[in-house]
C-alpha cells in the first residue's frame, strides 16, 4: 500500500509539473466551413496550438498561430443548380487555413480581437464537361495575398474575357469574433423562390467550458467569422451570392499530458494488480 500511495504522489506530481511548466500552450481541433450561396458548404479539418495570455482559470486566448497546412483539403460537392436544372460540381481545391500568420488578441482586452488570417485555395463551379474541364473559378486570395477571404479587399476575375463575356467580382472582409454580415445577396427558398436582395448574417464568439471559465480551457470553444459576397454578370440567383467562412476550433488536451496521465494511470493498475496478487 505504501508504494501504492508513492506512486501516486509521483503522478500527481509530475502532472502538476507537466501542466506548469506547458500553461501557456493548448492544443485546439478544428474546422473550417466555406460556403458559395446556395451551391453547397465544403468542410476541411486540422488540429495545432493556441497560446494564452497568462495562466489561471479566467486567462484567455492571446494569440492562435496557424503553421503549415494545420487545415487544409481538396473536396468534391455534386449538386444541381437550381436555376439551371444543370448537374454541376462545387469543388473546393487546395482549401488551406494558412497562407500566413496569427490571429492576436489585446491584453486586457476581449478573448480574441479582429485579426487578419488570409484563407488559400479557390472553389471551381465544375459544368457538365467530364473531369471538370469547364468550370467557373472564384479564388480565396490573390497573387500577393494582399486582398482575400479573411483579409478583405475586392478581387475581380475575368472568367471569360472575349466579347462580353461572364465577369465576376469578389468582395473580401477580415476574421471577426463579431456580427458579419452579405447585404443584397440572392437566397432560394426550399420552394424555389428567389429572394434577389437578402441579407446573410453569421456571428463569432469565444466561451469556456462553463460561465466565467477560461477560452482557453479544456472544452472552450471559438469561432471566428468573415463575411464575403460574390458578383457576376448573371440574372439572379447567381447575379450576388453570399460567400462566408467560419473557422471553429475546440480546446482539448495536450498529447503529452494525456500520455502522461495514462502511464501513471496505467502504472497505478498493474502495481494494484500485482499487490492484490501477493
Given at each position: 500500500m505504501?508504494?501504492?500511495?508513492?506512486?501516486?504522489?509521483?503522478?500527481?506530481?509530475?502532472?502538476g509539473?507537466?501542466?506548469?511548466?506547458r500553461?501557456?500552450v493548448?492544443?485546439?481541433?478544428?474546422?473550417?466551413?466555406?460556403?458559395l450561396?446556395?451551391f453547397?458548404?465544403?468542410?476541411?479539418?486540422?488540429t495545432?496550438?493556441a497560446?494564452?495570455?497568462?495562466?489561471?482559470?479566467?486567462?484567455?486566448?492571446?494569440?492562435i498561430?496557424f503553421g503549415?497546412?494545420?487545415?487544409?483539403?481538396?473536396?468534391t460537392?455534386?449538386l444541381?443548380?437550381?436555376e439551371?436544372a444543370?448537374?454541376?460540381?462545387?469543388?473546393?481545391?487546395?482549401?488551406?487555413?494558412?497562407?500566413?500568420?496569427?490571429l492576436?488578441?489585446?491584453?486586457g482586452?476581449?478573448?480574441?480581437?479582429?485579426g487578419?488570417?488570409?484563407?488559400?485555395g479557390r472553389?471551381k463551379?465544375?459544368l457538365?464537361?467530364?473531369?471538370?474541364a469547364?468550370?467557373l473559378?472564384?479564388?480565396?486570395?490573390?497573387?500577393a495575398?494582399?486582398v482575400?477571404?479573411?483579409v478583405g479587399?475586392?478581387l475581380t476575375?475575368?472568367?471569360?474575357?472575349?466579347g462580353n463575356?461572364?465577369?465576376?467580382?469578389?468582395?473580401?472582409?477580415?476574421w471577426?469574433?463579431?456580427?458579419?454580415s452579405?447585404?443584397?445577396?440572392s437566397?432560394?427558398?426550399?420552394n424555389?423562390?428567389i429572394n434577389p436582395?437578402?441579407?446573410?448574417?453569421l456571428?463569432?464568439f469565444?466561451h469556456?467550458p462553463?460561465?466565467?471559465?477560461?477560452?482557453?480551457?479544456?472544452?472552450?470553444?471559438?469561432?471566428v467569422v468573415t463575411?464575403?459576397?460574390?458578383?457576376?454578370?448573371?440574372?439572379p440567383?447567381?447575379?450576388?451570392i453570399?460567400?462566408?467562412?467560419?473557422?471553429?476550433l475546440?480546446?482539448?488536451p495536450e498529447?503529452?499530458?494525456?500520455?502522461?496521465?495514462?502511464?501513471?494511470v496505467?502504472?497505478?493498475?498493474?502495481?494494484?494488480h500485482?499487490?492484490?496478487?501477493?
Open positions: 505504501r508504494k501504492l500511495a508513492s506512486l501516486s504522489v509521483a503522478v500527481v506530481l509530475s502532472l509539473l507537466a501542466s506548469g511548466s500553461a501557456s493548448v492544443e485546439w481541433a478544428g474546422t473550417l466551413e466555406t460556403s450561396g446556395n453547397g458548404t465544403l468542410v476541411t479539418m486540422g495545432g496550438l497560446t494564452i495570455n497568462g495562466s489561471g482559470t479566467t486567462s484567455h486566448i492571446g494569440t498561430h503549415p497546412n494545420q487545415i487544409s483539403g481538396n473536396i460537392l455534386p444541381t443548380d437550381p439551371n444543370t448537374l454541376v460540381t462545387l469543388v473546393g481545391e487546395n482549401v488551406t487555413l494558412p497562407v500566413s500568420g496569427d492576436s488578441g489585446i491584453s482586452g476581449p478573448p480574441l480581437a479582429e487578419i488570417l488570409a484563407l488559400g472553389f463551379v465544375c457538365i464537361v467530364p473531369g471538370c469547364a468550370y473559378p472564384f479564388p480565396f486570395i490573390n497573387q495575398s494582399t482575400g477571404l479573411g479587399g475586392l476575375v475575368n472568367t471569360f474575357s472575349k463575356g461572364l465577369k465576376v467580382s469578389l468582395q473580401f472582409a477580415p471577426t469574433l463579431g456580427l458579419a452579405m447585404k443584397s445577396v437566397t432560394v427558398a426550399p424555389g423562390l436582395n437578402a441579407t446573410v448574417t456571428t463569432g469565444a469556456g462553463a460561465s466565467g471559465s477560461s477560452t482557453a480551457a479544456v472544452g472552450g470553444v471559438l469561432q463575411p464575403a459576397r460574390v458578383e457576376t454578370t448573371q440574372d440567383p447567381n447575379a450576388r453570399a460567400a462566408p467562412a467560419i473557422l471553429r475546440h480546446f482539448i498529447p503529452g499530458l494525456l500520455l502522461l496521465l495514462g502511464a501513471g496505467g502504472g497505478l493498475l498493474v502495481l494494484g500485482h499487490r492484490m496478487r501477493s
